[in-house]
């Protein structure tokens, strides 16, 4: 049977697999598939089930409901996950053999981390934050019952709202349930916000991550890892070097913590590579087990069909070495180390992206999710054996998305390097039509991505297929900026954005106008954030574009400065502030060379971006449509956010594929 070409609409024929977790006898891996409903426009999620062995998966979850965070109890016998349910979020559980989930919690609304069980299986940790009691759906709904206006929002913190999350009008917490009963209890309070809690291995202990310093906002870099009695009660420190922390693991000795941070006091707009630690709890400094490695570990890879999985570090049954991941030029690889000797090792390299992992009880078996340019992510799972040198060889235990890929037609995309104008060295891919012709000229369309502490990589990415199935070249790069290189080619732009970054991409625009099968005259650019930013900065310098897209950007650096959810520090990542020294902040805005644009600009932003708020869109449309310049303002409304390309509505996720679509249509005459 000839293969079709993929299209816009087979959006909603994908399957979002995520989460793969191995019980922890290595036979089983429970996992999430997230899946569309057109007739609701909706995403459903439930979690399935696999054998390790045979790989015969089945459905574990139903309903009308989205089920995430699955999580192995440590018997192998049960298992805790979240459900939300009417817009409610519980922590619900169901035996390991089959029947019926049982919701464990009774909170009240608010959004719940994933749940974590302790070692003896008798209680589950998790974090919890409430919703404000003016703003909970029956408040709401009683106000508008009778009438009522919304009461006034009292703001006191300079961070009081965060992207995706909406208003932080109460701190996020500690919190344990009975695993049994189900009964739930708050074990540390504050105004302060904790994160990312793991027992010690005898029950007694957890350990968290938290800002508790004086001022969290201004000093957003004093985060510290926290230790509270599993029952409640005063906090103890573990002395670590100043600077960001996450991704806790605590050893199986119970003697140590290895977590990803960094070593700073820096503003959190700076790029860094994060780097793997670990810290004895009988004292002692914190050591840093990657700083020779010089990449980030962490997956830092842009997709639009990213769910992921767990990233935190993983012990080895003897304590001697870790697992953790590594995102390296375009790629995301698991990695290995022993404490020893301090030298990481490649467990799983290639032309892929290890979303995230897990492993049995021995650590011997790994299920990994994994995918490629032409795979959407499936779960995998190999098994590490304990030599030196030994890498992993991951076998495919799923298949979700293979109805659809026996029927469409991918691209495969090649991978490049070019020099850059000072002879820095620039990698892309291009991605081409399924049914290239070297001897046809082709419309190019340029992306750049967001951060720009990020990648492009070897990942799917569904936009990028459809481009490429439509006729056009699609080149992809990681020009100065990015990460998963070393820490000074993401650094070197700092508080300098459209000189170094400009500059390689117009290196890239070069290189692709020497292939013989690109038409120079039809070019176009397009970037979502960070990149929306650069292709605004990109028009207002320079006309080599036909048409150019930028979506959820920044346009005024100035303005964002007290408008963005994440205000930055003063003469932080970028010179001056906001008020008596705001020139730099206006120099690097390209709202100020907007005068210059003879570009067409499809603008695309939602209302509901609290990381780049729609203000942004609205100056540059406003200066544009002043200027009499071609400009189209696509204005989606408050249900979407900054992540709407990538987890939006469905009707609007099609229709804004279509916009971009139609505008590269237009503008590139496309044959």
Same mark, same amino acid.
């Given at each position: 049977m000839s293969k079709r070409r993929i299209t816009i609409k087979d959006l909603l024929r994908l399957k979002f697999v995520a989460d793969p977790q191995m019980s922890p006898d290595g036979n089983l891996v429970i996992f999430t598939v997230k899946m569309v409903n057109p007739e609701k426009n909706r995403y459903f999620a439930h979690l399935w089930m696999v054998e390790a062995v045979t790989g015969i998966a089945q459905q574990f979850t139903y309903g009308e409901v989205k089920d995430v965070s699955p999580r192995w109890s440590p018997d192998g016998k049960r298992i805790a996950f979240l459900r939300t349910k009417d817009k409610r979020t519980q922590i619900w559980v169901i035996p390991a053999d089959g029947g019926e989930a049982r919701q464990f919690t009774q909170l009240g609304e608010g959004s719940i981390g994933a749940p974590e069980w302790s070692p003896d299986g008798k209680r589950i940790a998790f974090t919890f934050r409430p919703t404000h009691p003016n703003w909970t759906q029956e408040a709401c709904q009683k106000r508008a019952e009778k009438g009522q206006s919304n009461p006034p929002r009292i703001i006191t913190r300079l961070r009081y709202r965060c992207e995706g999350a909406g208003f932080l009008d109460l701190h996020q917490h500690i919190w344990t349930c009975d695993a049994t009963t189900g009964e739930a209890e708050q074990i540390t309070d504050g105004e302060y916000d904790d994160d990312g809690p793991v027992w010690s291995p005898d029950s007694r202990w957890i350990a968290f991550v938290a800002n508790r310093s004086d001022d969290p906002d201004t000093k957003p870099y004093e985060v510290n890892i926290w230790l509270v009695p599993a029952e409640g009660g005063a906090l103890q420190k573990i002395p670590t070097p100043t600077g960001y922390k996450k991704n806790l693991a605590w050893s199986p000795d119970g003697g140590q913590i290895a977590y990803i941070g960094y070593e700073t006091q820096d503003d959190p707009w700076v790029a860094r590579n994060d780097r793997l630690w670990i810290v004895s709890l009988q004292g002692g400094?914190?050591?840093?087990?990657?700083?020779?490695?010089?990449?980030?570990?962490?997956?830092?890879?842009?997709?639009?069909?990213?769910?992921?999985?767990? %990233? /935190?570090?993983?012990?080895?049954?003897?304590?001697?070495?870790?697992?953790?991941?590594?995102?390296?030029?375009?790629?995301?690889?698991?990695?290995?180390?022993?404490?020893?000797?301090?030298?990481?090792?490649?467990?799983?390299?290639?032309?892929?992206?290890?979303?995230? !992992?897990?492993?049995?009880?021995?650590?011997?078996?790994?299920?990994?999710?994994?995918?490629?340019?032409?795979?959407?992510?499936?779960?995998?799972?190999?098994?590490?054996?304990?030599?030196?040198?030994? %890498?992993?060889?991951?076998?495919?235990?799923?298949?979700?998305?293979?109805?659809?890929?026996?029927?469409?037609?991918?691209?495969e995309p090649e991978e490049v390097w070019f020099k850059s104008f000072d002879g820095t060295d620039i990698q892309g891919w291009l991605l081409k039509p399924p049914n290239f012709d070297p001897n046809h000229k082709y419309a190019l369309?340029?992306? *750049?991505?967001?951060?720009?502490?990020?990648?492009?990589?070897?990942?799917?990415?569904?936009?990028?297929?459809?481009?490429?199935?439509?006729? !056009?070249?699609? !080149?992809?790069? /990681?020009?100065?900026?990015?990460?998963?290189?070393?820490?000074?080619?993401?650094?070197?732009? #700092?508080?300098?954005?459209?000189?170094?970054?400009? #500059?390689?991409?117009?290196?890239?625009?070069?290189?692709?106008?020497?292939?013989?099968?690109? /038409?120079?005259?039809?070019?176009? *650019?397009?970037?979502?954030?960070?990149?929306?930013?650069?292709?605004?900065?990109?028009?207002?310098?320079?006309?080599?574009?036909?048409?150019?897209?930028?979506? #959820?950007? *920044?346009?005024?650096?100035?303005?964002a400065f007290g408008t963005s959810d994440f205000p930055p520090m003063v003469d932080g990542y970028w010179p001056g502030n906001a008020w008596d020294r705001p020139e730099k902040l206006w120099e690097q805005s390209p709202l100020r060379y907007v005068a210059t644009v003879q570009t067409p600009l499809l603008i695309i932003h939602s209302e509901g971006d609290l990381r780049c708020p729609i203000e942004q869109a609205e100056q540059l449309f406003a200066a544009l449509r002043v200027l009499k310049r071609e400009v189209v303002f696509v204005r989606y409304p408050q249900e979407t956010n900054h992540d709407f390309s990538r987890s939006g509505p469905l009707d609007l996720r099609i229709d804004r594929l279509h916009r971009i679509a139609d505008w590269l249509d237009t503008h590139l005459e496309l044959e």
């Open positions: 400094s914190a050591r840093c087990l990657t700083g020779s490695l010089d990449r980030i570990v962490e997956n830092v890879t842009a997709s639009d069909v990213r769910e992921g999985g767990s %990233q /935190n570090p993983v012990w080895s049954k003897d304590g001697k070495r870790l697992f953790f991941l590594v995102s390296d030029r375009g790629n995301c690889h698991l990695y290995t180390i022993a404490l020893v000797e301090e030298k990481p090792e490649p467990l799983v390299e290639g032309a892929l992206d290890v979303g995230g !992992f897990s492993t049995d009880s021995e650590g011997k078996r790994f299920a990994l999710l994994i995918s490629r340019p032409t795979q959407p992510a499936e779960v995998f799972v190999a098994r590490w054996e304990d030599k030196a040198g030994s %890498q992993m060889a991951p076998s495919p235990l799923t298949q979700m998305n293979a109805p659809l890929l026996e029927k469409v037609r991918l691209s369309l340029l992306y *750049v991505h967001g951060g720009p502490d990020a990648q492009y990589g070897n990942t799917f990415f569904h936009e990028f297929q459809v481009h490429a199935a439509r006729g !056009f070249i699609v !080149f992809y790069t /990681n020009p100065r900026g990015s990460l998963g290189y070393e820490e000074g080619f993401a650094t070197c732009i #700092r508080g300098n954005w459209g000189d170094l970054d400009f #500059r390689d991409l117009m290196a890239a625009v070069d290189f692709a106008e020497s292939l013989p099968y690109v /038409n120079a005259k039809r070019m176009a *650019v397009a970037g979502g954030s960070y990149g929306g930013y650069m292709t605004i900065w990109i028009v207002g310098h320079t006309d080599r574009f036909r048409c150019a897209i930028a979506e #959820r950007g *920044v346009a005024n650096r100035h303005s």
